[in-house]
């Protein structure tokens, strides 16, 4: 399972917990937030904006930026083997979340290679 959490109210430890606040390479690069507030590289009118900003920028970064695509990578393989990944960020859980984003596509993503493999062996 992929599980987010939010760093001010919980704490998670060990090789299976990633940072996905900015400034780490998967931290959103947009925000509704206030310029002063936040490290965000660009202005959205709303929290979901940014979180849909969020989505289409996964998918240039994964391919088009090595660093990126190797964290989303291992990710995946943890995820894969069906090992426990905690994304942290400062969103509270109640709220939606660019890490709602990447958890979205990797289970996607598992879902599409369990049905090609399915696909494959028939």
Same mark, same amino acid.
């Given at each position: ?5 939010? @760093? ?16 780490? %390479? @998967? ?5 509704? @937030? ?31 930026? @090595? ?33 709602? %984003? ?8 598992? %879902? ?11």
């Amino acid at each position: 399972m992929i599980y987010r959490f939010c @760093l001010t109210t919980e704490s998670y430890n060990g090789e299976n917990v990633y940072n996905i606040c900015r400034p780490s %390479i @998967l931290g959103n690069p947009y925000s509704h @937030l206030p310029e002063d507030k936040c490290l965000a590289i660009y202005k959205c009118r709303t929290r979901d904006e940014a979180i849909d900003m969020y989505s289409k920028y996964f998918d240039i970064m994964y391919g088009g930026n @090595l660093k990126f695509t190797n964290a989303i990578d291992e990710i995946y393989e943890k995820y894969k083997r069906g090992e426990n990944i905690y994304l942290g960020c400062f969103c509270p859980k109640s709220m939606r979340c660019h890490g709602d %984003i990447i958890i979205e596509k990797l289970q996607k993503r598992l %879902i599409k290679e369990k049905i090609k493999e399915k696909k494959n062996s028939v």
